[in-house]
């Protein structure tokens, strides 16, 4: 495409969340390769778009060019057009603008690094994000884990970000564990994130940002099921939803996309969505046993640490 000829458009992501945002760069990408427009993108999180090859240029959706902006504009993740809990969050965001729902070719997941890598290389990489009651696993739970993970020789780290949600009306965080993990919470910019994420041999996180953001590596993931069931929420790579990545749900086949409250009265005292602690060990301990059976085993190489 000339996008030297092409008539400019605005592009109003109205999510908050870095997973959503990343969700919606595939759609955004279609859009490129099927429309001739030079696309200006206003979004919250602008620093997720900054060499983002499908966009010509990027502004917090609160600048005041918006209000004056003299092009077309369409907004992207519309909350009143469909129930956004019960759709896959590709196509909540691809079928309001009529690009109908993405195959799983177009659910590719990218994200494009400005700074140069200097991340660590860890075996096993924890997020403990806590948000929803449905989607928190009891910190207890982490540090079990952990503690079974150093217990066997190998290199554990934390990371995530203390953040303000809007959307959510709370702040997210991720507690730090003990016990010779090491701590990068509130650490590590967002490029480096994705690239310890990268280097890392494994992934453990509920579903949030980070996992979708580690969807655009090559890592190994486990998923931390919750209300919302994980097909809506799959990380696509090699048009496989399965590739490298293992979801544990819980024991509730309801999948209510509640925040914090269930609405089966059996279910209130303890939330089922949530997985338990010996489901996620054994697919946390599945996962690493197959990886140190490849031939460049599980544990950490020096030559990884680059």
Not at 3 to 23: I, N, S
Not at 98 to 121: H, I, M, T, W
Request: proline share 5%; glycine share 6%.
């Amino acid at each position: 495409m000339n996008t030297a000829a092409a008539e400019r458009m605005g592009l109003v992501l109205a999510c908050e969340g870095m997973g959503d945002c990343l969700f919606a760069m595939a759609v955004i990408r279609k859009l490129r390769r099927t429309f001739p427009y030079r696309f200006d993108l206003f979004t919250f999180r602008p620093e997720l778009f900054k060499t983002c090859p499908y966009i010509d240029a990027v502004r917090h959706i609160n600048d005041p060019v918006l209000a004056s902006y003299p092009h077309k504009t369409v907004r992207l993740f519309e909350l009143d057009k469909l129930p956004h809990w019960k759709m896959d969050t590709f196509d909540f965001i691809s079928v309001p603008l009529a690009q109908g729902e993405l195959s799983f070719r177009e659910k590719q997941l990218e994200y494009f690094p400005v700074e140069e890598d200097r991340a660590e290389a860890f075996d096993v990489v924890l997020n403990t994000s806590i948000t929803w009651r449905t989607r928190s696993w009891p910190l207890e739970n982490w540090q079990r884990l952990a503690d079974t993970l150093v217990t066997k020789g190998l290199k554990v780290a934390v990371i995530g970000k203390d953040v303000e949600s809007k959307a959510d009306k709370m702040v997210k965080s991720s507690p730090p564990l003990a016990g010779g993990v090491r701590n990068l919470v509130n650490e590590l910019s967002l490029d480096q994130t994705y690239f310890t994420l990268r280097k890392a041999r494994l992934f453990v996180s509920g579903q949030g940002g980070l996992t979708v953001l580690a969807g655009a590596t090559d890592t190994e993931i486990v998923v931390l099921g919750m209300s919302i069931e994980w097909s809506k929420r799959a990380i696509y790579r090699h048009e496989d939803p399965h590739y490298k990545v293992t979801y544990v749900g819980g024991a509730c086949e309801v999948y209510c996309g509640q925040d914090n409250v269930c609405p089966l009265p059996e279910n209130r005292g303890e939330l089922k969505c949530v997985p338990g602690y010996e489901k996620v060990e054994a697919a946390v301990l599945k996962k690493l046993a197959l990886a140190s059976a490849d031939p460049g085993s599980l544990r950490v190489r020096d030559d990884d640490r680059s």
